[in-house]
């Protein structure tokens, strides 16, 4: 996977649980936002170590120095910071605390190891965690390792987790979390210290106008505007999203799709842009080839350029002006 591509694997990994979920700057750190909040990732993905002689089961990641002064910066203008190391295949990550990363030395490219045994662990008990001591830090620190699913409940604990120091507890805490009702949770640990963790979970819902739905599909003709199918399976989709601050819920700012064209819209791969054309997003479809997952893109793609269907009356046609700033912030290239 190109470096390039890999914010692909942290969209779908907090998209199916953030409505509000956008991509700032897609480029390495990575910033993102959910629940209101700027979180800036660097992310890569483990390879081996090239020191398999000694121990065959470890794996790193390497960050350029530069990366990691941009990190400590953002982390001073409040941003919240994370190093993340995808799995091949991007369904397991491993992170490390870092206010540990912070403290490595080298000139211009820090290593951070992990196991390749973490993976299989966590396929097997959805976490784990790797306890080392670090040279210029007085407690030891940690490496964690969970499924991308676990993604944004890590990004909203992350001081919490680097002081977990055992498997069971860090899976009793995953396990907890995938409970759908709670809003916060609380985890103690046994082993390192008797303060409680206060580990919280939040999804934001953002409320919803029940007439937005109603108009747009009227407007529409109950019919979706990518295929023209109606047979009921249309919904109103906004074009700025609508967690975005001023996104209006007005019906110029909606589009009827259809649910296919609804996912393929919300997974960026199909976009409604400027002068109603649709815009084919070939960076997804990059990556959707690189995971093997490309099966139906052809089809997909011949629909680039071509026109998308226009409201019966003119006074509810998207504006270009929001159609193109939807697409900036759709493909995460604008905010
Ligand atoms: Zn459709």
């Not at 995971?291 to 071509?306: M, N, P, R, V, Y």
């Amino acid at each position: 996977m190109k470096r390039d591509l890999l914010y692909h694997f942290v969209q779908d990994s907090l998209r199916p649980y953030f409505e509000d979920f956008v991509i700032k700057d897609r480029s390495n750190p990575v910033i993102v936002q959910f629940n209101g909040i700027l979180h800036s990732l660097h992310i890569s993905q483990v390879h081996d170590s090239g020191n398999r002689r000694s121990n065959d089961d470890e794996v790193r990641i390497q960050i350029p120095r530069k990366y990691i002064d941009k990190q400590r910066s953002r982390r001073e203008g409040r941003m919240n910071v994370a190093f993340i190391g995808f799995f091949e295949g991007g369904r397991v990550f491993t992170a490390w605390d870092p206010m540990y990363i912070f403290t490595l030395q080298a000139r211009r490219m820090v290593s951070v190891y992990a196991r390749q045994t973490q993976k299989e662990r966590v396929e097997e008990c959805s976490a784990a965690v790797r306890t080392f001591s670090a040279k210029y830090m007085e407690e030891n620190t940690s490496e964690i390792a969970l499924t991308s699913d676990s993604l944004g409940f890590y990004l909203q604990n992350i001081q919490h987790f680097h002081r977990l120091r055992s498997d069971e507890d860090i899976q009793r805490i995953v396990r907890d979390s995938y409970s759908a009702n709670f809003l916060s949770i609380e985890g103690e640990t046994t082993s390192t210290s008797e303060k409680r963790m206060r580990f919280s979970y939040t999804r934001k819902a953002f409320p919803r106008d029940p007439q937005f739905k109603k108009k747009v599909l009227a407007a529409y003709g109950h019919a979706c505007c990518v295929c023209k199918r109606q047979l009921g399976i249309v919904e109103a989709a906004h074009i700025i999203p609508h967690s975005v601050h001023n996104s209006p819920n007005t019906v110029d700012n909606g589009l009827a799709l259809c649910i296919e064209h609804h996912a393929l819209y919300d997974t960026a791969l199909l976009l409604p842009g400027p002068d109603n054309l649709l815009i084919f997003n070939q960076d997804r479809a990059e990556y959707l080839r690189q995971e093997k997952q490309a099966k139906g893109l052809d089809a997909i793609e011949s629909l680039h350029h071509t026109r998308f269907a226009k409201p019966v009356s003119q006074e509810y046609e998207p504006s270009n002006e929001n159609l193109q700033r939807g697409l900036e912030i759709r493909m995460g290239s604008g905010s």
